[in-house]
C-alpha cells in the first residue's frame, strides 16, 4: 500500500525517533559518562555532563581489585551453554508443535509461556534447595541449566513461529526422498530456519548474559558472570557510583558490541512473521 | 516393479470421512490420473498411497507387500508436489541428489546419476545454480530430476502443473509422457483438468466426494460414462444434459449429447433454437444456443468457418448413435 509521505511527516517522525532512541539510551550514556568521573564528580550537585577531568583511574582499580577476564569468561560459557543447550531442546520440541500439532498444541504453548508471568523469586527456595541437594550452587552447569529452563518457552515459541512459516510441502518432499526424521530435521528444516535460529540464539544470549536474579542467588566466587562482577561494587550506602559504572561498563561492553553488530538480524529476528 | 492395491482403505479427519471405504488396482507401468473437482479427495488418496497420511481403515499393498503402516521414506515412491517443494538452500545438484544421499549412495554414483538426470531433462547447464535462480518450468523439472534419479516403484504427482502458465503446461504434459513411455514406470497423477487426464491417462480414475465414480480409460469414460457426472465432467466443452419430456421420448430421466455430437443446420432439424454467444477458436466455433427443450442453452460445436449472428434462428439434430441415457439415480441406461 503506497502512501503518500510529506517531508513535513518525515521531519516529524524522525525527531521522534531520534527522541525515544535517545530516551532510551541515556542511562547507558550516564552510566559511561560517570565511569569516567572521580568518585567525588559522580555524585556532583549539579550533575557533570563535559566539564571535568576525565579519568581511566576507575577502571585501573577495578581491574586491579577483581579479575574481569574470569568473570567474562564465565558469563560467556553460561549465556552460551543455556542458549545453545535450549536450542538442542527447543528445535525438536518446536518441530513437533509446528508440524505434527495436537489438539492441545496451543494450550501447551500458551502453558509455557505462562510460566513467564511467575515470579521467579516464587520459585527461589525450592531451586535454591535442588541446587543444595545436587550440588550445584555456585557451579557453571547449574546455572546453565537453570537459564536453559527460565529462556526455554521463549526459545520454543520463537523457533515455533519461524517454523510455521516453512513450507510443510519440503518436509515431506524430504520424506518422500527417504529422509528419516533426523535427517528431516537435520539437513531441510535446521538449514532452512537459519535465520530464525540466529535470531533466537542471539536474543537468547543477550537475555542470558543479562540474566541478574538467578546468576546472583545460585553463585558466589566461582561460577559468577558479569552480573556478579556489577553487584559486587554496589553498596547500599549509594558511594562508590563511579566504580559501580565503570564495572558496569565493562560488562556491558562485549553485549552492546554483540548487539550492535547484529542489529540487523535481531530486528528481523524479533519481527519475523509479522512483517512479510 | 509398482503395482499398487488399494482394499477398503477410508480416510476421516475427526468425524468428517473425506474417503469412505475405496478399492483400487492399478497396475505395474500403468499411468492413472485421478480426475474429480477440487475437494473431491483426490490429493488426500495420492497422499495416502505416499504415506504422508495415515489410512483410517483397510489395507495398501505395494508391490504384493502391506505398505499400510510403512513410514513415506520407506515406500520406495517418488513425489512430485504442485509447489514443486524443492530445497530452496540446496543447488540443483544437490536437490536431485538429496534421495541418492538419503539412501547412503557414495559420492560417485550420486554425480553419475544426477548428471544422467540432469542430461535428460535439459538441467545440465542449471546444476550449480539455487532453485530460487530457476524459473517455474525449469523447477518443475527439477522436481522430476529428484523424482526419477531413485528409480522408485511409481511415480506420484500432485497437480504438478497447475502453477504453471498454459503454454508451458502443453509443454510439460509431453514431457511427463514421454517420460512414462521411456521409463515405463507406475504413475500416479492427480489434476482437476480433465484435458490432462485425457492426454496422459492409460486409465482415469473419476473422483467425487471422495468415491470413484468410474474407472477406464479416456476413450471409455468419453464414450460410455457411467453417470451423469462423468458425463458432465469428461469432455470439453462439457456434455449437454437435457431432462424433461424431450428425456421421456427417449425413455429416460436425462439424456446427453455432447457438443460435436450436434448438427447445425439453418434450415432443418429436430430442436429450433436461437443461437446466443458464439466462440470462435479458429479450428472450431462453439455455439450457445438457447432451445425450448432446456433451460440452459445447448452447446454445439461447428466447423471454424461457420458463423452466426447473435439472435440467428438454427435447427439442432443430434446424432442418434452418441445419444446417452440416463435413469432417474442419473445412471446410465444401456
Known sequence: ?276 | MGRIVLDKVKKSFGEVTVIPPLDLEINDGEFVVFVGPSGCGKSTLLRLIAGLEDVSDGVIQIDGKDATDVPPAKRGLAMVFQSYALYPHMTVRKNIAFPLRMAGLDQAEQNKRVEQAAAVLNLTDYLERRPGQLSGGQRQRVAIGRAIVREPAAFLFDEPLSNLDAALRVGMRLEISELHKRLKTTMIYVTHDQVEAMTMADKIVVLQAGVIEQVGSPLELYSRPRNTFVAGFIGSPKMNLIGGAEAQKHNAQTIGIRPEHIEISTTEGMWKGTVGVSEHLGSDTFFHVQTPISEEPLTVRATGEMSLGYGADVYLTPRPEFLHRFDAQGLRIE
Open chain 1, 1 to 276: 500500500m503506497a502512501r503518500a509521505v510529506t517531508t513535513r511527516r518525515k521531519v516529524i517522525t524522525t525527531a521522534a525517533a531520534w527522541a525515544v532512541g535517545l530516551l532510551i539510551f541515556f542511562p547507558i550514556y550516564w552510566t559511561i559518562l560517570t565511569s569516567f568521573k572521580t568518585e567525588a564528580q559522580a555524585i556532583n550537585d549539579p550533575p557533570l555532563f563535559f566539564n571535568f577531568d576525565w579519568t581511566l583511574e576507575n577502571y585501573t582499580l577495578v581491574q586491579q581489585r577483581s579479575d574481569y577476564m574470569r568473570f567474562l569468561w564465565n558469563s560467556v560459557i553460561i549465556a552460551g551453554g543455556s542458549t545453545l543447550l535450549g536450542i538442542i531442546v527447543a528445535v525438536p520440541a518446536a518441530w513437533s508443535m509446528a508440524f505434527v500439532p495436537s489438539k492441545r498444541t496451543k494450550d501447551i504453548l500458551l502453558w509455557m509461556l505462562s510460566t513467564k508471568m511467575l515470579p521467579a523469586v516464587g520459585v527461589l527456595y525450592p531451586i535454591s534447595l535442588l541446587f543444595v541437594q545436587f550440588n550445584l550452587l555456585d557451579t557453571r552447569f547449574g546455572l546453565i541449566i537453570v537459564l536453559m529452563l527460565i529462556n526455554l518457552p521463549i526459545i520454543v515459541w520463537m523457533l515455533y513461529t519461524y517454523f510455521k512459516e516453512i513450507p510443510v510441502d519440503i518436509l515431506e518432499a524430504a520424506r518422500m526422498d527417504g529422509a528419516g526424521l533426523k535427517e528431516e530435521i537435520l539437513y531441510v528444516l535446521t538449514p532452512m530456519a537459519v535465520p530464525g535460529i540466529a535470531s533466537t540464539i542471539l536474543l537468547n544470549f543477550i537475555l542470558a548474559w543479562n540474566e541478574a536474579f538467578w546468576t546472583l542467588n545460585l553463585t558466589a566466587a566461582n561460577a559468577g558472570p558479569l552480573t556478579a562482577f556489577i553487584a559486587s561494587y554496589s553498596s547500599p550506602e549509594g558511594l562508590f557510583f563511579a566504580k559501580l559504572s565503570a564495572a558496569s561498563t565493562m560488562a556491558i561492553a562485549p553485549i552492546l558490541i554483540l548487539g550492535w553488530f547484529s542489529q540487523k538480524q535481531l530486528v528481523r529476528g524479533l519481527t519475523f512473521g509479522a512483517v512479510k
